[in-house]
């Protein structure tokens, strides 16, 4: 069973003053991840000067650094230290900040380090990402050898199908949030040809209806569009781990290419996307808010 097996080590990085925030995430990650128990190995560092010693021993022995960025993060000698040391140890990485105002520790950018949103849900997903490599093969008795390669290339390619699939769903789901999008603008455009021939305060009325329902289609939009992104991490997680037991390596050096080239998730470009029109629905909601007290005073 798990429970008889070793937690796993997670170095938490943050400041001081932003440990609520930690604690409470870890809680969630308890909840939503029971079967991957993990222990917060970054409470071994000691507070004096010398810290740097301790610190990078507990760091070699750590499955994966979780970095939380405050409002005064980006000025943490300390977390800058331990995100450059994490990944000159190559350890997985999760840098997450809990308002899009926060500014990242300068590692992030000298290093090329993706800067997460603080949804916890999606945390959790990219955390249990970064573990499932180690818990794939923790069941398995190695005593006997190592997994047969036959079930391993059946399995691997049953999550590339899954992978190619959950790929082909996203973007149906996105060309239909698209089109629902638009056919909801082309109604505010409707409403806004006919003013002047109709009552404008039903017109204005029916616009900020409208909007209401494009604004929580699109945020609804975004919300859809991190979960197939998590879902879809999960899922390359896994094949790269079963990739170490075959021939070739061919998604993970894919993916280091990738990196290399700066390449920019395709989830971040659609959330950007369903951000923009749920802007656009917030403002025509806006203004015809506007235009509808006007037309009662």
């Not at 301790?54 to 939380?68: F, G, H, K, R």
């Not at 005593?143 to 691997?156: A, C, F, R």
């Not at 656009?280 to 203004?287: D, E, H, K, R, W």
């Amino acid at each position: 069973m798990r429970e008889t097996l070793e937690k796993f080590k997670i170095f938490f990085s943050n400041r001081s003053v932003d440990q609520e925030q930690v604690d409470a995430l870890q809680k969630k990650l308890t909840s939503l991840l029971p079967e991957l128990p993990f222990e917060d190995v970054s409470k071994g560092v000691p507070f004096h000067d010398d810290w740097k010693a301790p610190a990078s021993e507990i760091l070699e022995t750590c499955d994966a650094l979780v970095c939380v960025v405050g409002p005064e993060t980006f000025n943490s000698e300390p977390v800058d230290w331990e995100i450059r040391e994490a990944k000159k140890l190559a350890k997985p990485l999760v840098v997450a900040r809990m308002q899009e105002s926060h500014l990242a520790p300068p590692s992030c950018t000298d290093l090329h380090i993706p800067i997460k949103t603080w949804e916890v849900t999606e945390l959790a997903g990219e955390i249990a990402g970064l573990l499932v490599s180690k818990a794939l093969f923790l069941r398995h008795d190695w005593s006997t050898g190592g997994p047969d390669v036959d079930h391993i290339w059946k399995q691997y390619n049953l999550m590339v199908q899954s992978w190619e699939a959950l790929i082909s769903r996203r973007q149906g789901v996105n060309t239909l949030y698209v089109s629902a999008s638009a056919a909801l603008l082309a109604g505010v455009g409707g409403i806004t040809s006919a003013i002047g021939k109709a009552d404008p305060r039903g017109l204005f009325a029916g616009a900020i209806l409208l909007s209401f329902l494009g604004a929580a289609l699109t945020f609804n939009w975004r919300r859809t569009i991190g979960s197939y992104g998590t879902l879809s991490t999960a899922k390359s997680k896994v094949v790269g781990a079963l990739e170490l037991y075959l021939p070739a390596q061919v998604f993970d050096t894919e993916w280091k290419v990738l990196e290399a080239k700066r390449y920019s998730s395709t989830t971040e470009t659609d959330k950007q996307t369903a951000q923009f029109f749920m802007l656009l629905f917030v403002a025509i909601g806006a203004v015809s808010i506007g235009a509808l007290v006007g037309e009662f005073l």
